[in-house]
């Protein structure tokens, strides 16, 4: 009996041992096979951001107290993208604390690299949220730091009325609608300033056309007072060529027949320049100035000449 009684206690402890082993196979068998749940990386929702223009992690999808506050969140942040994407481009990040990479150490930093890494096209707007804490970071270059800030301060009480995703659409909106704002001042800003300068250079030019005007006309009145002088002097030697005697009056008559050549010459001159337009003074001043001098150097002759023949009748015995 004793022998028996061993032989059975080695056969169960034989028997016992394999079966604590087969479980320990069967179990590693089991674990190794089952999927192991994989965190997200920074490729991963780099290329998210880029590919479809958001990205949920899956550690804040798999969150049931997430999940439960917003069974539509997926769908919400999709349509809100779309919905921006034909006004302004903007991309959004949805994520916990253990997605952000210790490399980064905060949702700030890893928003900047992301954010920097982003390209072709650059978006305008890219949002980030840490859904675990409540953190929000925002990045534009169409929006300074300040006015970025001012969004999210703004924005911050809607994730607790109304819900992550909620609050996540408020902020991009925000952002699109003041970089459109901005956008429309600095369009106005910049028609103003247009406008402004046309006027500025309308001013300048329609001071020089006045004042080439007034002053080509004061010039002209000069000439226009010689003009009528001598014409006066052309009627009065016209009468008093009359009594030059014979023997005189050949010589006169050439005199006279001269200067009143040279006046009407001038006369013809003078009524050209009387027409001349500022811009076009504006454009060839020096060439008509020129010109005006001429005539009145005509004039002047002409006047000298009938000087001549009015010292020739002043010198008569008895006149």
């Known amino acids: ?23 320990i196979v069967t179990l590693l068998v089991v674990t190794l096979a089952a999927p192991v749940a994989k965190a997200d990386n920074a490729n991963d929702m780099a290329k998210g951001l880029a590919n479809q223009h958001y990205y949920i992690t899956q550690a804040v999808q798999d969150n049931s107290g997430i999940k439960q506050k917003n069974p539509n969140l997926d769908q919400q942040i999709k349509d809100t993208v779309n ?70 301060n703004d924005s911050l009480s809607s994730f ?4 992550l995703a909620a609050g996540t659409t408020m902020i991009a909106q925000k952002a699109a609608d003041k970089i ?37 006309k004061r ?8 003009a009528n002088a001598v014409s006066d ?6 009468d008093d060529i009359n009594f030059l005697p014979d023997a005189s009056r050949q010589q006169a ?17 003078l009524r050209e320049l009387q027409k ?16 005006l001098d001429l005539t009145g150097a005509q004039f002047e002759q002409a006047r000298q000449s009938l000087s001549r023949v009015e010292q020739q009748v002043r010198s008569l015995p008895g006149y």
């Not at 009996?1 to 082993?21: D, E, H, Q, W």
């Not at 607790?160 to 819900?163: K, L, S």
């Open 180 to 216: 459109s704002s901005n956008e429309t001042s600095g369009t106005l800003i910049t028609v103003a300033i247009v406008v402004i300068i046309v006027l500025v250079i309308a001013g300048a030019i329609a001071y020089m056309i006045i004042s080439t005007r007034n002053n080509w």
């Open 83 to 152: 919905k921006l994407k034909g006004k302004h481009d903007t991309r959004i990040g949805i994520l916990s604390n253990s997605d952000i990479p210790q490399t980064y150490s905060s949702l700030e930093n890893y928003g900047n690299f992301l954010y920097g890494y982003l390209s072709n096209p650059k978006p305008e707007v890219l949002v980030m949220v840490n859904a675990q804490n409540g953190n929000v970071s925002l990045f534009s270059n169409k929006l300074s730091a300040s006015e970025r800030q001012t969004i999210i």
């Open 253 to 269: 008559d050439a005199e006279f027949g001269a200067a009143t050549q040279n006046f009407s010459d001038a006369n013809a001159s």
């Open 276 to 291: 001349v337009s500022p811009v076009t003074l504006l454009l060839k001043g020096a060439d008509y100035q020129r010109k």
């Open 219 to 226: 010039k002209v009145a000069g000439v226009e007072q010689l």
């Open 1 to 23: 009996m004793v022998t028996s009684r061993k032989s059975l206690s080695n056969a169960f402890s034989k028997y016992g041992i394999s079966a604590l082993l087969l479980a």
């Open 160 to 163: 607790t009325t109304q819900g």
């Open 233 to 238: 002097q052309v009627v009065k030697v016209s």
